[in-house]
């Protein structure tokens, strides 16, 4: 069959997959190809068992792969082709040199460009799809622009706001598309091609046309707003708990003034996942290397709030089992870093977990998804710690149970069998708000929620 054009992604990963798939589904028209330098994670993407846990992912890949959806590891071949490129390389946080531990470590991503200029013999739009400092675009179109065969790309930066575990959902309906362009006739049409392709399913109305600048800047931005909401009402659960007030309480009374809503507004033990932290340690440092110290500072406490909730957290099991875990089985429940995701970038249970490895308890994890990532994530910490897929058997003789994820099994599980199980007086600390807390109590555990006050058995 003769494809319309040829689009390619290069970065099979959280974002590059479901985003292609789901425009390869909606666009049978266009032959998409997705290309990645990690040859397992491609075999994976070819076979039953795709690398990412995504609700309605599974479908979708199989409805339209090797139909309009392919997934190789020839990047060559694959720039050569292609009329339009999406890049979603990786950027984590830089390790090492300047801007250690803020700025966007690009090199995976300058690499790609130069991999592109090298295999391109045609013009071609460009579409930054990971999160990208602001101004990376400048900074790719002058490697791109460094080519001696007179070929043009066209750069467009096209952030995406898919969330994990509703990914699909994400994409199928956003809230909007964002499309940044130069503002020149080249420019305004590389962004009609794109709008083109999100017009298939996308209300035209949705689909925001920016500045390159704005949509770059606009996905920190939104990610650094729905950050500060967490860290903002976990300021008030800090208080709530000292206070007598109820945090779920005050989030509902102040989530439903329309002017602020409802949404974003659950206290918990702290967020996690692969974009807040880094999106806002990179708005902190765009904002301090503009010299613009106060808006830095500004920026950094909604990290930094983060950190005094997980810290907070841990420091209260402690302070509450007698100031002492050592020895103690602590059960774990949940690892990844909310509810229906395999992912455990940045989760609040590391923290947590090595934090209470470092007081020498023993810490018994139990995810239903994510314990290879809990694996590989805690491969170097020291201390006692096992992976038990069977919640009733992580929490088998343990002292306390933290909630750590929000999963709804967690939410049905029988409570008297577990507290038959486990050692006197049990201790629960929900890190997330979501169990029976009174049922709880009656049965007979001491039972520490986040911003409310605990509900214990002790004089
Ligand atoms: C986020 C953005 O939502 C998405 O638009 C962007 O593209 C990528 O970053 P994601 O990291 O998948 O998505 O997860 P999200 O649902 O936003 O949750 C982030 C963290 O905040 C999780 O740890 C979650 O448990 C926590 N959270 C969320 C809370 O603690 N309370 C809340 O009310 C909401
Ligand atoms: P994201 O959440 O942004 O999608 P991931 O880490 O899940 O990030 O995926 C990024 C993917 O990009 C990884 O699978 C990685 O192997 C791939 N990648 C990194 N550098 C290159 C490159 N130069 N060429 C092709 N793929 C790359």
Known sequence: MEFKRNILCIGAGYVGGPTMAVIAQK???YRVEVVDINEARIDAWNSDEIPIYEPGLDEVVKEVRDKNLFFSTDIP??????????????????TFGEGAGMASD????EKTAHEIVAHSDKNKIIVEKSTLPV??????ERILKANSRGIKFEVLSNPEFLAEGSAVRDLYEPDRVLIGAHRSDDGLEAERELVDIYAHWVPRERIITTNLWSSELSKLVANAFLAQRISSINAISA????????????????????????????SSVGFGGSCFKKDILNLVYIAKSYGLAEVAEYWEWVVRMNEY????????IVKEMFNTVAGKKIALFGFAFK???GDTRESPAIMVTERLLEERALVSITDPKALDNAKLDLSEMNGAVTYEPDPYKAADGAYAIAVMTEWQEYKDLDFEKIYASMKKPAFIFDGRNILDHKKLYEIGFNVYPIGKSALTHFE
Request: charge should be positive; proline fraction near 3%.
């Open 339 to 341: 509810a229906n995701t």
């Open 27 to 29: 666009c049978p028209e």
């Open 135 to 140: 101004r990376t675009a400048e900074a790719m």
């Open 309 to 316: 909730q997980k810290e907070r957290f841990v420091r209260r």
């Open 239 to 266: 208080l709530c708990e000292k206070a007598d007030a109820d945090v779920s309480e005050i989030s509902y009374a102040v989530g439903s003034d329309s002017r602020v809503g409802a949404k974003f507004l659950n």
């Open 106 to 109: 690009l090199q995976y991503w």
């Open 77 to 94: 071949n694959g720039i050569k082709k292609a009329d339009i490129i999406f890049v979603s390389v990786n950027t984590p946080t830089k």
